[in-house]
């Protein structure tokens, strides 16, 4: 279980790969004197601080609660005991078949 909440922390790269991309944008802005240039690059810098914004949030909420937002519930928990079960299954049909390992002959 702690695991999954530190997971969260892994938030924090891409963040901070959005912030310095925005800042870059922002610094390349004031050379430029193309005036619909500088408002798409306003813009541009805006939704990579709302993007920021969206994957820090998610980090924090998967260090709150240890479930990730992208996953329903318990969903990787629930294919791992489910591929388990197929394992086991699996395993004792191959030991129940004649000459297949189980049997020795």
């Given amino acids: 279980m ?3 909440r530190l997971i969260g922390l892994f ?3 891409p963040a901070t790969v959005l912030l310095t991309i925005s800042f870059f944008v922002l610094f390349s802005l004031r050379k430029l ?3 619909g240039l500088k408002a798409f690059g ?3 810098a805006a939704l990579l601080w709302v993007s920021a914004i969206l994957v820090f949030s998610s980090g924090i909420y998967t260090l ?3 479930r990730c937002p992208m ?3 318990c969903m990787m928990q629930d294919m791992t005991k489910h ?3 197929m394992m086991g ?3 004792m049909d191959m030991q129940a078949m004649p000459g297949r390992g189980g049997d020795k002959e």
């Fill in 33 to 35: 004197e193309i005036q």
């Fill in 64 to 66: 709150s609660t240890g």
């Fill in 83 to 85: 591929k388990m079960g």
């Fill in 89 to 91: 299954k699996g395993m």
């Fill in 71 to 73: 996953m329903k519930g």
């Fill in 11 to 13: 938030a924090l790269i």
């Fill in 42 to 44: 306003y813009v541009l």
């Fill in 2 to 4: 702690l695991l999954s």
